[in-house]
């Protein structure tokens, strides 16, 4: 027999990374709850027909596909080969597949929400915590499978919406302690910029180029909108305005935004100065509720086809990570399954990356591990019959705790509280029998007192 293995992309988990993957789950699902978002879950697979031409052309060949089962079936063996051939040539074939793995927690959502459209109450406020695949290529901060935290509202087009999502990403992090760079920026800018310099049509060619400026760089972004049809004259006005990031990395927002105002092509967009309006109301929003980790960045593309409005990625000071968070505005994604006109925004936490951040800066409390916090030592069976019904009454009280599953020397009972990091030990041997006490000790400090048995219960082992 083979040595077993795991999928390229995927990993086990075990308690240690659990109880950290939950200290994260748990802190930005307190959050949502707070500000009145409801939880939600979709399947793990979708129909393919859901799922392709949503999320751009880089995005749809890294959609996980699945197999139609039944294709041993001696009536199905021709159509499955002539079914490899379209796939093997680029295209889909529904006598091959027509189920795929969901790639994010957004189209999913935007499906439910049209399904059940006439069934929901508006604004629709949601949050969903699942797990996405990707067929990428495995790297530190990138996995094939892969937990998302999306918080969405449909059914308005208020500025709002935008303002409190920001707000919960900095609400979150701080929380986490991860200082963090947020950084906004909008569709109708990205547009307008095309607008204004008559490339209308490439309009998502402009897009995808310059998503990828954290990869390639700025020279990288000109010669592949070279490769997609511009003319350096046009890239020229582009790269005046857009990478001014570059130059001016810690001007202010307010300085920035005099800088977008006073540029050649501003005037020569509408939709451009519409986009500049609302990233500068929602900037000034939440610099007046405190919040000024957020920066206008020209750079921010996010590379798919849905969002129309404002768009947001986050960033982990300290460390070398791609985005721990991003999302943006869609306001006509239902539009795809038949339900126009439900405008829509919605942020996503990547939780994987997260980790892997909050691991390298030591940020994870330290009691975060702990579990069980009290082990009765099993000394025999009449004392393990009293210690089995202190434990049951600390139980009621919400104190997790368990015994020693045989009667064993201290020393090996001791070791078993050390590697499990269970604060606390609580003996009633013989001795403690007959005086109906039991000695509680503190495995941290060594400390130990000795109570009657029926006070155990009211001890505080916090």
Avoid at 8 to 32: A, E, H, L, M, Y
Avoid at 321 to 346: A, C, E, H, K, Q
Avoid at 424 to 452: C, F, H
Wanted: hydrophobic residues 35%.
């Amino acid at each position: 027999m083979s040595k077993p293995g795991l999928p390229q992309g995927t990993r086990d988990f075990g308690p240690d990374t659990v109880r950290k993957r939950n200290f994260i789950f748990n802190t930005i699902r307190s959050i949502f709850e707070l500000y009145g978002f409801q939880p939600l879950e979709t399947p793990a697979m979708e129909n393919l027909e859901t799922l392709m031409g949503k999320y751009g052309e880089e995005g749809d060949k890294l959609i996980f596909k699945i197999l139609n089962n039944g294709l041993n079936d001696p009536k199905n063996i021709e159509k499955a080969k002539a079914g490899f051939e379209n796939v093997l040539a680029g295209r889909n074939d529904k006598s091959i597949t027509e189920r795929a793995l969901k790639y994010d927690l957004t189209i999913p959502f935007a499906r439910y929400v049209a399904m059940n459209h006439g069934q929901l109450t508006y604004p629709f406020k949601r949050y969903q915590i699942q797990p996405v695949w990707r067929a990428d290529r495995p790297q530190r901060g990138r996995y094939r499978e892969f937990y998302q935290c999306d918080a969405d509202v449909v059914g308005s087009t208020a500025l709002l919406n935008e303002v409190e999502l920001l707000t919960i990403y900095s609400q979150v992090f701080q929380k986490l302690g991860i200082d963090v760079d947020i950084r906004i920026n909008s569709r109708k800018v990205l547009s307008g910029l095309a607008e204004a310099i008559e490339e209308t049509g490439r309009m998502m060619d402009i897009t995808i180029a310059i998503d990828k400026v954290d990869k390639i760089g700025v020279d990288g972004v000109k010669e592949e909108l070279r490769t997609r049809g511009l003319n350096d004259n046009k890239i020229d006005q582009l790269n005046g305005l857009i990478f001014f990031r570059e130059e001016n990395r810690n001007a202010s927002n307010l300085s920035k935004f005099e800088f977008i105002k006073k540029s050649a092509l501003y005037n020569k967009s509408a939709t451009l100065q519409e986009g500049v309006k609302d990233i500068e109301y929602i900037i000034t929003q939440c610099e007046a509720s405190g919040i000024n980790n957020i920066r206008i960045d020209l750079t921010i593309a996010r590379g798919l086809n849905y969002y129309t409005g404002a768009i947001v990625e986050v960033t982990a000071k300290g460390v070398t990570m791609s985005s721990i968070g991003g999302g943006g505005r869609y306001d006509d994604l239902t539009g795809l399954f038949g339900v126009p006109n439900v405008p829509g925004v919605g942020i996503s936490f990547g939780v994987d990356r997260i980790y892997d951040v909050m691991e390298e800066l030591k940020l994870f409390p330290k009691d975060v591990q702990v579990g069980t916090r009290v082990l009765f030592f099993n000394l025999g069976s009449p004392e393990s019959l009293a210690a089995y019904s202190c434990m049951q009454d600390l139980r009621k009280n919400n104190i997790a705790c368990e015994l020693f599953h045989e009667n064993s020397k201290f020393d090996k009972q001791f070791k078993y509280a050390e590697k499990k990091n269970i604060p606390y030990v609580i003996i009633i041997g013989s001795k403690e029998l007959a005086e109906k006490t039991a000695v509680i000790k503190d495995t941290r400090t060594g400390e130990q007192i000795t109570l009657p048995i029926a006070q155990v219960g009211s001890f505080s082992f916090l």
